[in-house]
């Protein structure tokens, strides 16, 4: 008997031993604060190591400024992410786990993780990453609606549980097909619907991408640059409220979304407008008195006092200075809640109420030029309990008689959801009567090989074989991002051209959706 148990203590033993072997084995990375800021460094911000060994991030003024610092990923490699985040100025803050990674000497982002961090208490954010093919990767902590907040980090650790495959040699240059000689997708669907593509604003600057554009598409969507934290002038709102006394004032800029608004009016293409009013990338300071973090809430009528000059300017400067051109608005974007598949907790409902998304439909209605399509847009509208929320939603709106039209979002797997599930929320919400959008198409796939790429190429095919049926509904089609490492899911070539601007067999099958069986 007691052999059987120093058997069982050894093997105890030898269990935890080979496990902590294996976590070890799997640890690529953990933040070590202890003596300095351990490669950290700030973008667009400060950061200092704390006496307790922790990372303080302060002297911030938009989301993205961050601590972030470079990791060497290998392609393909699947690593697990985690952070403690911690902040002593707001009751809850939303934090994200960011990657910016460049290729083709184009930086771009995805987002990989989410979390709420309660005032004064460390919460973890945990999220997962496969590395796609890019020259530099930066993970970085950031905010989102509180581009002023300080805050601090710990524990920063990066895994990889399966190991990481071998670095592939350097692949040669990709042959470039020519632009111009390729199928023109505005073309084919022209007496269908509009087609168009979400676009950022560095691409404005590279003539390779301004052809793609006006060669294949009539109708753009800013990707990030007409949501409120783009165009919400928190600092000059705050200095005119403080000349004036008026607690509504809503100032706005265009910075950032003119390169977009400029090149579609000189080219003749109509603009999508995203977003009036979301959850997220919005400023904090929009739902504070004085637009100041530290003071209370504002009061319902002050809400609405803001939300109806926010509208109002924007609509003024856009009829002033580009009449025409932006021809739909998702006025609401993402209300409903995935797990409760109702109204989302969010400041627009904590400060107006349940009413708040019908308040955003009327403000629009009143400002926006007449003929401008106002939707409500959400993703996952193929799962079955979010399709309910949503019409729900719809039904509450649809008899004010302030919305024209809903935006499926679609951003999809090859894999998930089925296109019969698709097929059933077209057709449900179609039955509503509404005009209807594909606004943020895109289907990602496992790696870039060319099963995968055939997979992905099908289903695109089948997407747009359902759109067609029902044409007669459809107001546009749009992909979210112009080639795949310009996605927000870079890393799982979710678009129709790659990073040369090649078209893969995706835009193919959306060309021709026959040629695909
Ligand atoms: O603009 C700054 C840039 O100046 C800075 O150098 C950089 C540093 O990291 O950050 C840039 O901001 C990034 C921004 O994209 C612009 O590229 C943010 O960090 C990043 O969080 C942000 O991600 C966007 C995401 O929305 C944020 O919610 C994606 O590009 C954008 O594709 C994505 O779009 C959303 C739709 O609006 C709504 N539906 C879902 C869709 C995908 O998440």
């Not at 148990?5 to 070890?24: K, M, N, P, Q």
């Amino acid at each position: 008997m007691r052999t059987i148990l120093v058997f069982l203590v050894v093997l105890c033993i030898l269990a935890a031993t080979a496990t902590a072997f294996a976590d070890d084995a799997a640890t690529i990375y953990t933040s070590d604060f202890s003596k300095g800021t351990d490669g950290w460094y700030g973008r667009g911000a400060q950061v200092a190591r704390t006496a307790d060994a922790t990372l303080m991030t302060t002297g911030r003024s938009s989301d993205w400024n961050s601590p972030g610092r470079n990791f060497d990923l290998v392609e393909g490699g699947k690593y697990e992410l985690s952070v403690e985040v911690r902040q002593d100025t707001v009751d809850s803050a939303a934090f994200m786990i960011s990657i910016a990674h460049s290729a083709f000497g184009a930086e771009t982002y995805e987002n990989l993780a989410h979390g709420t961090a309660k005032k004064g208490e460390w919460t973890t954010l945990k999220g997962s990453y496969t590395a796609g093919a890019f020259d530099q990767s930066v993970l970085y902590v950031e905010t989102t609606g509180l581009p002023s907040l300080d805050f601090e980090i710990r524990n920063f650790t990066v895994t990889a549980p399966g190991g990481v495959p071998e670095p592939k040699p350097t692949e040669p240059p990709m042959v470039i097909e020519a632009v111009e000689n390729l199928p023109s997708l505005k073309e084919i669907y022209a007496g269908k619907f509009d087609f168009g593509s979400a676009a950022p604003f560095f691409a404005f600057s590279q003539p390779k991408l301004r052809e793609l554009m006006t060669s294949q598409f009539n109708i753009l969507t800013p990707e990030n640059e007409l949501k409120p934290d783009a165009v919400l002038d928190v600092e000059g709102s705050k200095k005119r409220l403080q000349e004036t006394g008026d607690e509504t004032t809503a100032e706005v800029h265009f910075d950032s979304a003119k390169p977009l608004l400029d090149f579609a009016k000189e080219n003749g293409m109509k603009v999508h407008g995203h977003v009036l009013v979301w959850h997220s990338q919005t400023p904090e300071a929009f739902f504070h008195e004085g637009y100041d973090l530290s003071k209370p809430l504002v009061s319902r009528e002050t809400m609405l006092g803001r939300l109806e000059n926010y509208i109002k300017n924007i609509m003024a400067y856009l009829n002033e200075n580009y009449p025409g051109t932006v021809v739909s608005w998702d006025v609401l974007n993402e209300a409903i809640d995935d797990g409760s598949n109702w109204l989302r907790k969010s400041n627009w409902l904590t400060v107006v109420g349940e009413d708040y998304p019908n308040r955003a439909f009327e403000i629009a209605r009143k400002y926006a030029p007449e003929g401008t399509l106002l939707c409500y847009n959400d993703y996952n509208t193929a799962i079955a309990g979010k399709l309910r929320g949503i019409v729900k939603l719809l039904n509450t709106l649809i008899p004010d008689g302030n919305i024209d039209g809903y935006g499926f979002q679609m951003h999809h797997a090859a894999t998930f959801p089925s296109i019969q599930q698709i097929r059933t929320a077209v057709e449900t919400v179609a039955a509503l009567g509404l005009r209807l959008r594909v606004s943020e198409l895109d289907v990602t796939v496992g790696n870039n090989s060319e099963a995968s790429f055939t997979m992905q190429a099908k289903y695109y095919a089948d997407v747009m074989k359902i759109l067609i049926d029902h044409a007669d509904q459809f107001e546009a089609v749009e992909v979210w991002g112009l080639t795949d490492p310009m996605s927000w899911r870079a890393s799982q070539f979710p678009l129709l051209f790659d990073g040369s601007c090649n078209p893969k067999p995706a835009f193919f099958a959306v060309a021709d959706p026959d040629s695909v069986q």
